[in-house]
């Protein structure tokens, strides 16, 4: 009886479990998309009821990576980036001075954490397939095992990765954020001078540097599974804050501490899928200001403004 007990459970997980790795190598595939291959692109990103379409271009050239993301809707923003240069193209003064920059759409898949995803997401791929901008897609569904995660869904090329589509979903499987390529090209006539501003438009040029490390002073007494610091050390943003990074493998959590002269309540505030809260506390007679950043459930930001805490030897 045992005997055909556990060949039993064997059978029911064995799919499971082929289903995971398979799952995993499909997004394997996806992250090294962005950068192994050339394309270019239109896709909409929707968030919190708000809908913008956007033109990206990549491609390597002379070996060197060039990427180009346009807003064709609103502020029409272009961000350049050559390597670790970083230029922002306003076609309205007014822009200019404001400094708006969109994000990267695929940024937060670039550092995806796929071995980790299978300790607290179940992938499942999708039996049928589905065409996205004229592509066949293989269909990835990862499903939070908490409350403290939303669930993804990924559409990818079928013949070379890319991320076609991807909709982030609360726990109740409401649609959150999304964004869908509605043409792409992957064999793109891409030269240098494509990433060149044109004359007249307003620009500003950054080089990319990572904040300095400074010894982490703070620590949680709770986080949820999956979820560790991505960095030993906190990150020197201004001369009175500090940044931490937390992250499961798919979402992550800016952390910011901030020495501060007052007291604030616990706030939050949400855009779409992305939570922010910020509370004040108290250690001894400084007043430090907490703000949390995330693509998490509200829960998950209010938890964690009240497991955090200053390391014995800082108190």
């Known amino acids: 009886m045992i005997r055909a007990f556990l060949t039993l459970i064997l059978c029911l997980t064995l799919p499971l479990a082929h289903a995971s790795n398979v799952g995993v190598d499909w997004l394997s595939r996806m992250v090294n998309s962005f950068d192994n291959l050339s394309y270019e692109g239109v896709f909409v990103h929707q968030e919190a ?27 029409r923003i272009e961000v350049i980036r050559v390597d670790d240069s970083v230029i922002c193209v306003y076609k309205e003064k007014e822009d200019f001075d404001i400094g708006l920059v969109p994000n990267t759409p695929f940024k937060r898949f670039k550092k995806l954490d796929e071995g980790r995803l299978v300790q607290t997401y179940d992938i499942r791929i999708a039996d049928n397939h589905k065409r996205i901008a004229s592509r066949q897609a293989v269909k990835l569904t990862l499903i939070p095992k908490d409350e403290y995660r939303y669930g993804h869904s990924f559409w990818v090329d079928k013949e070379n990765g890319f991320l076609l589509k991807h909709d982030v979903l609360d726990n109740n499987g409401e649609l959150l954020e999304r964004i869908q ?81 007052r007291k604030r309540p616990q706030t939050l505030m949400n855009l779409g899928a992305t939570i922010a809260g910020e509370k004040s506390i108290q250690v001894g007679d400084q007043t430090y200001l907490l703000t949390l950043v995330g693509e998490v459930p509200a829960q998950t930001i209010q938890r964690l403004m009240t497991a955090i805490m200053p390391k014995a030897e800082y108190d």
Not at 65 to 75: K, N
Not at 197 to 212: A, C, M, N, R, Y
Not at 213 to 224: A, D, G, K, S, T
Not at 240 to 260: A, I, Q, R
């Open 49 to 75: 009821g708000a809908m913008n379409s956007m033109r990206i271009r990549h491609g390597l050239i002379g070996g060197v990576a060039y990427e180009s993301l346009e807003d064709l809707d609103g502020q």
């Open 181 to 261: 390529f509605t043409s792409v090209n992957f064999i793109p006539d891409l030269k240098a001078e494509d990433f060149s501003p044109k004359e007249g438009l307003h620009t500003q040029q950054f080089v990319k540097s990572d904040p300095d490390p400074v010894p982490n002073r703070w620590q949680f007494e709770w986080l949820p599974q999956g979820f560790d610091l991505v960095w030993s050390n906190a990150r020197k943003m201004n001369d009175t804050t500090n940044m931490m990074l937390l992250s499961d493998g798919m979402s992550t959590v800016s952390v910011f501490v901030e020495e501060s002269d």
